[in-house]
């Protein structure tokens, strides 16, 4: 079993910031890739950031320059800094992890709950 937390969404004002978090926990042997979706009403999810395990980062074009992703692998975690948010970044927040349980398995994709972000004066 593994499990994804989320942590740190809420209400935040035009040109304010926040910091997701997500942490996974339970039977993992290796975490590859880790990302961050979103999924607004009435739209699809999108992908927001990701990163693999080497470190390496990609962005969606609406979030370049404002959102930086980071993750400790120690703590099985990754987080999203969110900068200069704006009212069309208000979404459900979710984080993924690519993840193998145990060694020479298959990777599967792993989700948290979401988190809700709204960006409102």
């Known amino acids: 079993q593994v499990q994804l937390v989320e942590s740190g969404g809420g209400l935040v004002q035009p040109g304010g910031s926040l910091r997701l978090s997500c942490a996974a926990s339970g039977s993992i042997f290796s975490i590859y890739d880790m990302g961050w979706y979103r999924q607004a009403p009435g739209k699809q999810r999108e ?3 990701t990163i693999t395990s080497g470190g390496f ?10 959102f930086t992703i980071s993750r400790d692998n120690a703590k099985n ?13 208000t979404a459900v927040y979710y984080c993924n992890h690519r993840i193998a349980t145990v060694r020479g398995a298959y990777a599967l994709d792993y989700w948290g ?7 409102s004066s």
């Open 113 to 119: 709950q979401g988190t809700q972000v709204t960006v």
């Open 47 to 49: 992908l927001v950031a």
């Open 77 to 89: 975690t990754v987080n999203l800094q969110m900068n200069s948010l704006k009212p069309e970044d």
């Open 57 to 66: 980062t990609n962005y969606a074009d609406s979030v370049k320059g404002r």
